[in-house]
């Protein structure tokens, strides 16, 4: 296979922006499972199920094959480098089994090794897994296992297109921990149409009795071209409601923070620091990784591209030895610097001052003032959020990034 020409990554750039030799850039492979049993209706991820690929040619088999060329392309190009976390993420990777998942692992080993005490996580829907399919991610080698539970309500499942009673996500949490996976996470989504605050509540109640060291949550988007878009427009569901968000979010971030889950990130809580999603933080950081699969996002030293979407096609080009990228983009200086700034706001360790101009530390002291920013974390150079700052992160990114001098 011909590889896509990509910079070679700068092992100077260190997570605070600062040129540092002595910290490398973390290095993560990303590889998206683009199949799925049904499609949810708020969903508008890159997958398909067995209907919409029927007579395309597209199978597990066939996009595991491609994904092993396309893996052997990306060690060409990236050379001698150690991978520090894998995610396998879609779409429903439990849905292809935990031997395929074994499969990808063992061609990140083949093409890439992976660095000492790496993380290893996959994405997995409740009702494709069992106490034999963990079994299985232990033996294969996966550290770390999140699972798509939403809400423990039945009529918020309903409304969101899923499939699972609303007590499978806990059970498969608690045989996904006996089974002897390290770290357990639960996604959770909220401000839903018809849910209440008692609802939510009671999915807490749920994710905290399974024992998880990790909870996502996210508000509810509905996108454009959805199902649930379409019912929003059709007036059959009402649209999100934003306040009813940011209430629901702090019930969320109390609970959690009184069962002894620390925020790290917007949107994300841990036990402790080794509970955190670092192929995420990888993100955040400013880190390089290579995305396998139909769809899939990579990062090195600047340059971005994505791959084509549809799985008969990835594979297809693959198998004639092409690239299967779809576009690219070069980041500038500025375009990183602007990135730097909205991704490690999210975080709880907060952002270096030196990172913003005079006009964005002056923005900086008056949304501390606001009660956006923490104000004794600002006195030691860093811009962390506050709790009311978390939910107008968007309004403090923007301020910090076109403040003008006053």
Same mark, same amino acid.
């Given at each position: 296979?011909?590889?896509?020409?990509?910079?070679?990554?700068?092992? /100077?750039?260190? %997570?605070?922006?600062?040129?540092?030799?002595?910290?490398? +850039?973390?290095?993560?492979?990303? #590889?998206? #499972?683009?199949?799925? =049993? !049904?499609?949810?209706?708020?969903?508008?991820?890159?997958?398909?199920?067995?209907?919409?690929?029927?007579?395309?040619?597209?199978?597990?088999?066939?996009?595991?094959?491609?994904?092993?060329?396309?893996?052997?392309?990306?060690?060409?190009?990236?050379?001698?480098?150690? @991978?520090? +976390?894998?995610? #396998? *993420?879609?779409?429903?990777?439990?849905?292809?089994?935990?031997?395929? %998942?074994? =499969?990808?692992?063992?061609?990140?080993?083949?093409?890439?090794?992976?660095?000492?005490?790496?993380?290893?996580?996959?994405?997995?829907?409740?009702? !494709?897994?069992?106490?034999?399919?963990?079994? *299985?991610?232990?033996?294969?080698?996966?550290?770390?296992?999140? $699972?798509?539970?939403?809400?423990?309500?039945? &009529?918020? $499942?309903?409304? $969101?297109?899923?499939?699972?009673?609303?007590?499978?996500?806990?059970?498969?949490?608690?045989?996904?921990?006996?089974? *002897?996976?390290?770290?357990?996470?639960?996604?959770?989504?909220?401000? +839903?149409?018809?849910?209440?605050?008692?609802?939510?509540?009671? !999915?807490?109640? /749920?994710?905290?009795?399974? *024992?998880?060291? &990790? #909870?996502?949550?996210?508000?509810?988007?509905?996108?454009?071209?959805?199902?649930?878009?379409?019912?929003?427009?059709?007036?059959?569901?009402? /649209?999100?409601?934003?306040?009813?968000?940011?209430?629901?979010?702090?019930?969320?971030?109390?609970?959690?923070?009184?069962?002894?889950?620390?925020?790290?990130?917007?949107?994300?809580?841990?036990?402790?620091?080794? =509970?955190?999603?670092? &192929?995420?933080?990888?993100?955040?950081?400013?880190?390089?990784?290579?995305?396998?699969?139909?769809?899939?996002? !990579? &990062?090195?030293?600047?340059?971005?591209?994505?791959? @084509?979407?549809?799985?008969?096609?990835?594979?297809?080009?693959?198998?004639?030895?092409?690239?299967?990228?779809?576009?690219?983009?070069?980041?500038?200086?500025?375009?990183?610097?602007?990135?730097?700034?909205?991704?490690?706001?999210?975080?709880?360790?907060?952002?270096?001052?030196?990172? %913003?101009?005079?006009?964005?530390?002056?923005?900086?002291?008056?949304?501390? /003032?606001?009660? %956006?920013?923490?104000?004794?974390?600002?006195?030691?150079?860093? =811009?962390?959020?506050?709790?009311?700052?978390? $939910?107008?992160?968007?309004?403090?990114?923007?301020?910090?990034?076109?403040?003008?001098?006053?």
């Amino acid at each position: 296979m011909e590889a896509a020409e990509v910079a070679a990554p700068d092992p /100077a750039a260190n %997570l605070d922006g600062v040129p540092d030799p002595e910290v490398p +850039t973390p290095f993560g492979v990303y #590889v998206h #499972v683009p199949f799925c =049993a !049904s499609r949810c209706g708020y969903c508008d991820f890159n997958t398909y199920t067995a209907d919409e690929l029927a007579d395309s040619g597209a199978s597990p088999d066939g996009w595991l094959e491609a994904v092993r060329r396309e893996l052997a392309g990306a060690a060409a190009v990236v050379g001698d480098r150690r @991978v520090d +976390t894998v995610f #396998v *993420g879609g779409g429903t990777p439990s849905l292809i089994g935990a031997q395929r %998942l074994g =499969a990808v692992l063992d061609a990140v080993r083949a093409e890439f090794g992976l660095a000492e005490g790496a993380e290893v996580t996959t994405e997995s829907n409740p009702e !494709s897994t069992s106490p034999e399919f963990f079994a *299985g991610l232990v033996d294969a080698g996966y550290t770390r296992v999140s $699972l798509g539970m939403q809400s423990a309500a039945s &009529h918020v $499942l309903a409304v $969101l297109d899923r499939r699972h009673t609303p007590g499978r996500a806990v059970a498969a949490a608690r045989e996904a921990r006996a089974a *002897g996976i390290g770290h357990v996470n639960l996604d959770l989504i909220y401000a +839903t149409p018809g849910e209440t605050d008692d609802d939510l509540r009671a !999915s807490l109640d /749920a994710v905290l009795s399974a *024992g998880v060291d &990790h #909870v996502s949550a996210y508000s509810l988007i509905v996108e454009d071209g959805t199902a649930l878009a379409r019912r929003v427009r059709r007036g059959e569901l009402p /649209a999100p409601d934003d306040d009813v968000a940011a209430a629901r979010y702090e019930i969320l971030d109390d609970a959690l923070s009184e069962a002894g889950l620390r925020w790290y990130e917007v949107s994300n809580w841990a036990r402790d620091d080794a =509970a955190a999603c670092r &192929h995420n933080l990888g993100y955040w950081l400013d880190g390089d990784w290579w995305g396998a699969g139909p769809g899939a996002h !990579s &990062h090195l030293a600047g340059r971005r591209w994505w791959n @084509v979407k549809h799985p008969a096609r990835y594979a297809a080009m693959l198998a004639a030895g092409e690239a299967p990228e779809a576009g690219h983009e070069v980041l500038g200086p500025e375009e990183r610097a602007t990135e730097r700034v909205m991704l490690r706001l999210r975080l709880a360790t907060g952002l270096p001052l030196d990172l %913003l101009d005079a006009p964005g530390r002056a923005a900086a002291g008056r949304a501390a /003032a606001e009660g %956006l920013l923490d104000g004794a974390a600002l006195e030691t150079g860093r =811009a962390v959020l506050t709790r009311r700052g978390r $939910l107008l992160a968007d309004r403090v990114v923007t301020d910090l990034l076109t403040a003008v001098p006053v």
